[in-house]
């Protein structure tokens, strides 16, 4: 049922007060050495909880009836899709040069002991968990979300974090973000069968999965021919809007053939062509992902007020720690371990394992995902989403004790981070440089 007017009005109220929360949420983070979408994502996630917490349930609902909630819910799942475009385009451009050993090495130690790592803790749980952590969903789909949500790594919270720090240029800093763009993309192929699975079975959700990159592969000369070209080149504004509703369709278009919107999204774009050609491709997908990039503190509202607003009585402390610590385990061993057999430094390999543990955005999308399509329980979920903070908070700090240790042994003064206002847009990559020299 549309909204009515004065319902449009007050979603509209609503969705400034939370950019403008969002916004402090933000320099809070930032000024205490934290990515700031860190910020943005935890004021979104608490903000229903708060309210609750402060005025009671009742109150929440009066700010956020269930009319303004559904509207919020479309805005939000937009701007997750439309963010989640530049994502995959910044992978595919960032992806044309991860083709070295050391890069290889560290996808490969990164992604496949965090795979087998999230595939044994859903096997313990499905057998000895209690049925809060399991639920009801498919094995297969349960074993390959827990087994992505582990193995994945941020790709936009990470590049913010090397360019916040000064280390884009960097051994470890471009080894990091080419090895995570190897390690998602399998990740993201892997959480569209794991959602298609729990829905319309596992054979049905590959077919469909395979129908698409069919689609999309057909598809792509069109984008790429000289017309379309020569008509984005003359108006990036027009090649924007007619990208984005591309993007929302496909989105439709796989959530309803039972696969996750997510998978839509992310085709979409690796459709687009990289840059050097006619048409601005990075300012045309810059602009559709800097408006889903604004609406995503919506999407953390949502979550936060359908998830978190209820009582916390079955969260799982202990697993929680459990995962927490499985996690920080298999990501930061496997970051050294891969750096190592790659050739590099011991302090380029503890950099790595650092910066290998980031989880971020692309952590909470998974998640949600996975609750969504009823895959993830509310205990387990909440236990994750834990994990994703602790993880993602802990690489600027440990980045700062190995930075201060490295520079100590020899003699150098430690280089602090660079400051940076930006916003954690992806889409913009910069064309990768030669790395700058790190103390080994």
């Known amino acids: 049922m549309p909204a009515t007017p004065v319902e449009a009005l007050h979603a509209a109220v609503a969705l400034a007060v939370v950019l403008l929360l969002a ?5 809070v983070f930032r000024a205490i050495g934290q990515p700031p979408v860190i910020g943005e994502i935890v004021v979104g996630l608490l903000l229903g909880p708060a309210v609750i917490a402060l005025a009671g349930r009742a109150a929440l609902e009066a700010l956020l009836p269930g009319t303004v909630v559904e509207v919020l819910r479309h805005l939000g799942h937009a701007g997750l899709m ?9 992978m595919r451009v960032r992806g044309a040069g991860t083709g070295s050993r050391p890069v290889a ?8 002991p965090a795979l087998a790592a999230g595939a044994l803790l859903a096997l313990w749980i499905d057998r000895t968990g209690p049925t809060a952590l399991r639920g009801d969903a498919p094995l297969p789909s349960f074993l390959l ?7 994945v790594t941020a790709v936009p919270v990470l590049a913010r974090i090397l360019a916040d720090r000064g280390m884009t240029t960097t051994t ?8 995570a763009v190897v390690i998602d993309v399998p990740a993201w192929l892997l959480l569209a069968v794991a959602v298609g699975g729990a829905g319309s079975g596992l054979f049905v959700a590959l077919a469909v999965l395979v129908g698409c990159v069919v689609l999309v592969a057909l598809v792509r000369p069109l984008v790429r021919s000289g017309p379309a070209d020569r008509l984005f080149a003359r108006s990036p504004l027009l090649g924007a809007v007619l990208v984005g509703g591309f993007t929302l369709a496909m989105a439709w278009t796989t959530e309803h053939l039972g696969l996750t919107s997510l998978f839509g999204a992310f085709l979409v774009g690796f459709v687009l062509p990289r840059p050097g050609s006619l048409a601005p491709w990075p300012e045309i997908v810059g602009r559709v992902s ?6 995503m503190p919506v999407f953390f509202l949502v979550t936060g007020a359908t998830v978190l607003s209820g009582p916390l ?19 930061t061993a496997g970051g050294y371990l891969g750096g ?18 980031t989880r971020g955005l692309t952590e909470i999308v998974v998640l949600q995902a996975g609750y969504s399509a009823g895959i993830l329980p509310p205990a387990l979920f909440l236990a994750l989403l834990g994990m994703t903070l602790i993880t993602t908070c802990l690489t600027a700090p440990l980045l700062t004790v190995i930075d201060f240790v490295a520079a100590r042994s020899s003699g150098r003064p430690p280089h602090p981070p660079a400051p940076s206002d930006a916003r954690e847009t992806p889409a913009t990559p910069e064309a990768p440089g030669r790395p700058a020299e790190e103390p080994s």
Do not use: C, D, P
Not at 82 to 90: D, N, Q, R, V
Not at 172 to 179: D, E, V
């Open 172 to 179: 470890a800093g471009r080894l990091s973000l080419q090895a």
């Open 23 to 27: 916004w402090l949420g933000r320099i």
């Open 340 to 357: 190592r057999l790659g050739g590099e430094s011991h302090w380029t390999g503890l950099r790595l394992a650092a910066l290998m543990n």
């Open 82 to 90: 439309l963010f989640l475009l530049g994502i995959a385009y910044e």
């Open 105 to 112: 090495w560290v996808a490969v130690t990164s992604f496949l």
């Open 313 to 331: 009585s079955g969260m799982s402390w202990t697993m929680m720690a459990a995962v927490t610590a499985v996690a920080i385990v298999v990501k």
């Open 145 to 151: 979300l827990l087994a992505v949500a582990l193995a």
């Open 290 to 295: 800097r408006v889903g990039s604004l609406l």
